[in-house]
């Protein structure tokens, strides 16, 4: 297992993001960052995670939150493509370890729901 899966500290939203959601300015990841994964990385980080649940006897997941990572696209080739990289890791490692029982949630933008190959359940919450 992974002790430090590189998590990072990253201040830069998807360009635009500001201009849509101007509150974001205020958001405390804009002043201390967000720890994330790089996108480098998060297949191994998927594959550990999964397969310590399979092994502790949990058949699927949800993977809830999936939204926010269209934001933090700056310096990774933008929204829609860290996106993808970030569904289609977590798509392979539910496929891999837990046969594909996933329930996306609160995955709504346009880049999550094209990224979307193997897992078919989505859900939000007002």
Not at 1 to 21: G, K, M, R
Not at 30 to 39: A, L, R, Y
Not at 101 to 109: A, E, K, R, T, V
Request: net charge negative; charged share 15%.
């Amino acid at each position: 297992v992974t002790q430090n899966p590189c998590i990072e500290p990253h201040f830069d939203y998807t360009p635009s993001i500001l201009a849509v959601e101007p509150t974001m300015a205020w958001n405390p990841s804009s002043f201390i960052g967000m720890g994330m994964i790089p996108p480098q990385h998060i297949r191994e980080f998927f594959g550990e995670m999964h397969a310590t649940l399979r092994e502790a006897g949990i058949d699927g997941v949800k993977c809830d939150a999936q939204a926010s990572i269209t934001m933090l696209g700056a310096g990774y080739g933008g929204g829609a493509k860290i996106t993808r990289t970030y569904v289609h890791a977590m798509e392979q490692s539910v496929k891999e370890n837990l046969n594909g029982n996933c329930i996306n949630c609160m995955c709504h933008p346009t880049e999550n729901i094209y990224s979307y190959r193997d897992t078919a359940v989505a859900r939000a919450s007002d």
